[in-house]
């Protein structure tokens, strides 16, 4: 369980999330207090809310705009830990061949979203816009540079 996996905040997220991020990835049964899933039992992309927040970082940190809705600032790091702006490597088919994690920046509680590598190398991430309504509800503190 992330550390303030018991925030009230972290309820109103997970309750305003939606059921799915696109045709591909319907939501799944979790039984962890403050997480989501969407995908497949093999390769979920898993939403954790109350992990610890970020401090000043030189990760790469991206906005992500939200339709009729908030700016999110996200935390980009390939499954390796390495910054995500050193380039992505394949597998040899070309599929990214690392796991890759968003961590909102800014917010309390923070949110993390782990996108398995199958799921990165099949589709962009740009399903984390849709995130953003429920996201919100998590206080914005700072935002990225």
Same mark, same amino acid.
């Given at each position: 369980?992330?550390?303030?996996a018991?925030?009230?905040? +972290?309820? @109103?997220?997970?309750?305003? !999330?939606?059921?799915?991020?696109?045709?591909?990835?319907?939501g799944?049964?979790?039984?962890?207090?403050a997480?989501?899933?969407?995908?497949?039992?093999?390769?979920?992309?898993? !939403?954790? +809310?109350?992990?610890e927040? !970020?401090?000043?970082? $030189?990760?790469?940190?991206?906005?992500?705009?939200?339709?009729?809705?908030?700016?999110?600032?996200?935390?980009?790091?390939?499954?390796?830990? #390495?910054?995500?702006?050193?380039g992505?490597?394949?597998?040899?088919?070309? $599929?990214?061949?690392?796991?890759?994690t968003?961590?909102?920046?800014?917010?309390?509680?923070?949110? @993390?979203?782990?996108?398995?590598?199958?799921?990165?190398? @099949?589709?962009?991430? #740009?399903f984390?816009?849709?995130?953003?309504?429920?996201?919100?509800?998590? @206080?914005?503190?700072?935002? +990225?540079?």
């Amino acid at each position: 369980m992330a550390p303030y996996a018991t925030d009230p905040v +972290c309820a @109103e997220i997970v309750l305003a !999330l939606p059921d799915d991020l696109g045709d591909d990835l319907p939501g799944l049964d979790t039984t962890a207090q403050a997480t989501a899933a969407w995908g497949t039992a093999a390769a979920p992309v898993v !939403l954790r +809310c109350g992990v610890e927040p !970020l401090g000043p970082t $030189t990760d790469r940190c991206v906005s992500v705009e939200t339709p009729g809705g908030p700016s999110v600032d996200w935390v980009v790091v390939a499954g390796d830990g #390495s910054d995500a702006t050193q380039g992505s490597t394949t597998d040899g088919t070309g $599929t990214p061949a690392t796991d890759w994690t968003f961590t909102t920046y800014g917010r309390e509680p923070a949110i @993390e979203v782990h996108v398995p590598a199958q799921v990165a190398g @099949e589709r962009s991430t #740009s399903f984390l816009d849709l995130l953003g309504p429920a996201v919100q509800h998590a @206080e914005q503190v700072r935002s +990225c540079l």
